[in-house]
């Protein structure tokens, strides 16, 4: 009788440990995805969206946005700087755990990625020498030496001009480079990362001509099913609606943010044959110029 009693007593108390132990683990949740720091992919030759200061320090609207939706959504940061031509592959691989540089979300890309919400409202421009005065519109550009980013949706929009000769580069210093030394004879990539180069000074002799060409939004790419992404947009969310967004936007862009769709419906302009030499006017080019300020020692080219 005795052992019985005994027995029943060593089943109770750890019946009881279990739920004390259960217990406190729904209190207490650990959160393994919270614990390890999300490693996140960037660009850094993308000015005012990634820079890298002589330090080492990285700065830009990314790495602001980056940081305060790691801020809102209870995770830590740790950011990796990768070439942009290798970021999809690295986040396919799972290398990394997502990945902020400007990149557009498109139809391609998601086929084998995923991307947040949209977070910036852009758009690719033709950049040429000041003193160019036949390259007008998009029109323009059949047959011309054409610089891009490898990988970019630039290149992709001038491998769609005929009889273009298209050079690709690395970074975006490299292809403006190759504008101002007359090797090519225009650059097409990302409007406000052109806009902002010229307004800064480092690309004296450069301007942008027509209007954009296409509307893109920028998304934060992660791997296909990503444990992070509902963090991620629950995150821009929060900023959207609290206040946040629209500070680290004025503090890049002296601007008002434009409205962003809630989810992507698709790329305007892109490979759109139809609408060459229209142009789609969806930002102007002139509200950027003078709304962009200026990043201080910014080595740009
Ligand atoms: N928005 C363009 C794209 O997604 C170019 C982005 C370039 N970004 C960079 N950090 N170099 O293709």
Redesign the pocket.
Known sequence: MKLINFKWQQLILSLGSLLLIIACKSFYPTNNLDAIPLRVA?????VP??IQRASGNLEGF?IDLMNAIAKVAGFAVQFESLP?DGMISTLQAKRVDAAI????I?AE?LKTIAFSRPYFK?GLAIAVREDNQNIKDFNSLKGKKIAV?I??????FAKTIPNAKISTFN??PEFFQDLLNGNVDAVV??AF?TLYAIKNGKLKGIKVVADLLTE?Y?GIATPKDSPHLDAINKGIATLLSNGTYKQIYQKWFHAEPPQLPDSWHGTRGLGDKENWGQGERVLSSSHLLSSCPPVSSTPYL
């Open positions: 960037t660009d850094p030759t993308f969206f990634e990314d942009f540089s400007g990149i557009t498109t890309r852009a980013q990988g970019s949706t630039g290149a992709n970074s975006g990539s990302d990362a893109e920028y």
